[in-house]
């Protein structure tokens, strides 16, 4: 059983592109959790998505991100216009249950990289 | 609202040595609670977890006990390895509505030396 799937792994973009992240969750898992990890910081919730549905977007930014989880496909995390501060690690998680107590299974990672 | 705070880092131990890696967690509730484990360049493992007061969570020698009346979920191993050497992450899930985040700590940096 493949485990969470992040791709790229590393993405360089200018300042004012765009970056497209994406995630495949674990196989069998319908909900999905994304996390920002700051240079020497810890993780931080972005959003919290099922199939085709936005549940929680409490830690998102109010412009320039957005997420998405299609019925078909892999949970995509935009960023519109990207700027210095948006260089970060953007992780990935998912789990099987809505259960407090289930762990989330991570993936490996995003490292974006602002120029 | 939900926090966790860790003890700052890093930390730097003989092998053999050892590990006590403080958490305290602030909640209105009752959390679940986790240690997760970042190795160089990867994405975060479970380490342990315990899901009600007193439980004690246990892995790869490594121990925590959710103790609720210190609110507290400290890291410990008795005996550290060259191979320990990572960043730790105490977190805390807890059911509120339609939130299912996890909080995280700002992490520990353990370097164990040969």
């Known amino acids: 059983n493949a485990g969470v799937m992040q791709n790229p792994r590393h993405l360089v973009r200018r300042r004012g592109q765009e970056a497209r992240l994406r995630c495949s969750p674990m196989k069998g898992h319908s909900h999905v959790y994304w996390y920002r990890q700051l240079p020497e910081e810890g993780l931080k919730f972005m959003v919290y998505?099922?199939?085709?549905?936005?549940?929680?977007e409490s830690g998102m930014p109010k412009e320039r991100f957005s997420a998405e989880f299609p019925k078909e496909g892999p949970s995509i995390l935009r960023i519109q216009q990207v700027v210095r501060g948006d260089s970060a690690a953007y992780f990935c998680a998912s789990s099987p249950t809505l259960q407090v107590f289930d762990e989330q299974y991570f993936g490996p990672g995003t490292r974006l990289t602002v120029t | 609202g939900n926090s966790v705070t860790q003890m700052e880092g890093p930390v730097t131990l003989s092998e053999e040595a050892f590990l006590t890696i403080n958490c305290t967690y602030t909640a209105t509730g009752y959390p679940s609670l986790f240690w997760y484990v970042q190795y160089p360049g990867e994405g975060l493992q479970l380490l342990l977890k315990?899901?009600?007061?007193?439980d004690k969570g246990s892995n790869k020698g490594f121990e925590a006990t959710y103790r609720k009346e210190t609110t507290s979920f400290h890291l410990e191993k008795g005996s550290v390895q060259v191979s320990d050497s990572a960043v730790y992450f105490c977190a805390l899930s807890i059911s509120s509505g339609s939130a299912r985040q996890l909080t995280f700590g700002s992490g520990t940096q353990l370097t164990v030396l040969p």
């Open positions: 998505l099922q199939k085709e549905n936005i549940i929680d």
């Open positions: 315990a899901t009600k007061a007193d």
